[in-house]
């Protein structure tokens, strides 16, 4: 009876809009992945893939990510968001990098938040975690790449001042291609 009054107080003060949010976006808990989360985290990367029209890109497996997450050799760090239930909502994949001019910085490699919950506040919350991750570890800058054509997103990071750098080109060596390219010479 308590909680009944407690929403319909909530409603009343805040509308429907600010109620869902409190009880959507306050109920999500923003923490360190665990080995146990990754078949969700892989989940989420291959949903990720096909919003991005790309499924069959997705190489990565579960074994890796365990290995590259929470091996000897660990080579990424990865935030989760979790609802009240425990379900991971979404992931902020990052990593440290070096600069030869800035000197230590972090990569985040990838924001996903479930398509259901797109829109919801959660990208916000991830996205503050890695900064605090970033300013705590005193590193000089925090890069990403967002699609040229993901103005959701884009307008999303503007909202944190963001520098759209475009000078610099992406390039990329796709070791799969390149074997097969040096076998046909």
Known sequence: M????????????????????F????????????KKDLPSVLSLI????????APGEVKVTLKELERDGFGKEKVYDCFVAENAEKKIMGIALYYIKYSTWKGRCIYL??????????????GKK??????????????????WQVLNWNE???RFY???????????????????????????K
């Open 126 to 143: 991830l996205f503050d975690e890695v900064i605090s991750a970033a300013e705590k570890k005193k590193v000089r800058k925090l890069e």
């Open 2 to 21: 308590k909680d009944e009054y407690t929403n319909y107080v909530q409603r009343k003060a805040y509308g429907d809009f600010c109620y869902l949010y």
């Open 158 to 184: 503007k909202k944190y001042s963001t520098v759209f750098d475009n000078e610099w080109i992406n390039c990329k060596l796709i070791f799969e291609k390149r074997k097969r390219t040096k076998n046909t």
């Open 109 to 122: 490699d990838d924001i996903i938040v479930t398509e259901s919950m797109r829109g919801e506040g959660i």
């Open 46 to 53: 291959k949903e990720l893939a096909r919003y991005e029209k």
């Open 152 to 154: 959701p997103a884009i």
């Open 23 to 34: 009880r959507i976006v306050k109920k999500i808990t923003i923490r360190k992945a665990r």
